[in-house]
């Protein structure tokens, strides 16, 4: 019963430093998302690839 305790907490504390690290990288996507949106150049880049790949 111990080992299964101290599995599940190690388990949680894997998906918790998982689910930082995530947060971590969205948030990092997000400013680079609002450095990058404010060219138009990746507009275009991004209209062009969508007409390509749909």
Do not use: D, E, N
């Not at 504390?13 to 998302?33: E, I, K, P, Y």
């Amino acid at each position: 019963a111990l080992y299964g305790v101290l599995h599940h907490y190690g388990l949680l504390s894997r998906v918790r430093a998982g689910s930082l690290s995530m947060g971590f990288a969205v948030s990092w996507l997000l400013q680079f998302q609002r450095w990058t949106f404010s060219s138009a150049l990746f507009h275009a880049v991004l209209a062009v690839a969508m007409s390509l790949f749909t």
